[in-house]
T-cell receptor, first 112, second 114 residues
Framework: SQQGEEDPQALSIQEGENATMNCSYK?????LQWYRQNSGRGLVHLIL?????REKHSGRLRVTLDTSKKSSSLLITASRAADTASYFC????????????FGKGTMLLVSP | DGGITQSPKYLFRKEGQNVTLSCEQN?????MYWYRQDPGQGLRLIYY???????QKGDIAEGYSVSREKKESFPLTVTSAQKNPTAFYLC?????????????FGPGTRLTVL
């Protein structure tokens, strides 16, 4: 079953603008991860946030986690055309060894 | 996509035929995964393996089979029992048992059943 649901399904912005994508999930998690997928390619890990963390930064990426609302957001600042891709959140529901459950993704288009 | 190779990139098969997708990794990872991706559906877990000679069903295992005879290899067979096999298949691996470890993905195989 799909745990995470991203919102919006698609997002179109201009270069230099910020892009915000949201992820909601249903059950308690151990951590939440964001991945990026260029068209027709494999996924690449971007960032992981643990359930006891509220915010995390990596370069132009900022991830927040609100466990009370069961939601997370990914902010890409000063976007570039090369950021055009699909972005997926993935949740790890249990501690220890567990599989990830991926959402349906947000397709981001950054126009020059 | 470093360290994980999938072949072939595109695969065409006639309905009713079994087909095997290759996944090889040189990352020395214990865990390996197979996902299926359909348009607008995200990734769904087919099978996963934590160690050699051991594997578990994921959410959509029906019509698929796997083997894990070597640490480096985790082939997926799409059998004729899979009702709608046309999809993009992704293989991934992870270093260590903890869910805190990221998954590394291969470039994928696009299977089309004619």
């Amino acid at each position: 079953s799909q745990q995470g649901e991203e919102d919006p399904q698609a997002l179109s912005i201009q270069e230099g603008e910020n892009a915000t994508m949201n992820c909601s999930y249903k059950t308690s998690i151990n951590n939440l991860q964001w991945y990026r997928q260029n068209s027709g390619r494999g996924l690449v890990h971007l960032i992981l946030i643990r359930s006891n963390e509220r915010e995390k930064h990596s370069g132009r990426l900022r991830v927040t986690l609100d466990t009370s609302k069961k939601s997370s957001s990914l902010l890409i600042t000063a976007s570039r055309a090369a950021d055009t891709a699909s972005y997926f959140c993935a949740t790890a529901p249990n501690s220890g060894y567990s599989t990830l459950t991926f959402g349906k993704g947000t397709m981001l288009l950054v126009s020059p | 996509d470093g360290g994980i190779t999938q072949s072939p990139k595109y695969l065409f098969r006639k309905e009713g035929q079994n087909v095997t997708l290759s996944c090889e990794q040189n990352l020395n990872h214990d865990a390996m995964y197979w996902y299926r991706q359909d348009p607008g559906q995200g990734l769904r877990l087919i099978y996963y393996s934590q160690i050699v000679n051991d594997f578990q069903k994921g959410d959509i295992a029906e019509g698929y089979s796997v083997s894990r005879e070597k640490k480096e290899s985790f082939p997926l067979t799409v059998t004729s029992a899979q009702k709608n096999p046309t999809a993009f298949y992704l293989c991934a691996s992870r270093n260590g048992p903890s869910s805190y470890n990221e998954q590394f993905f291969g470039p994928g195989t696009r299977l089309t059943v004619l």
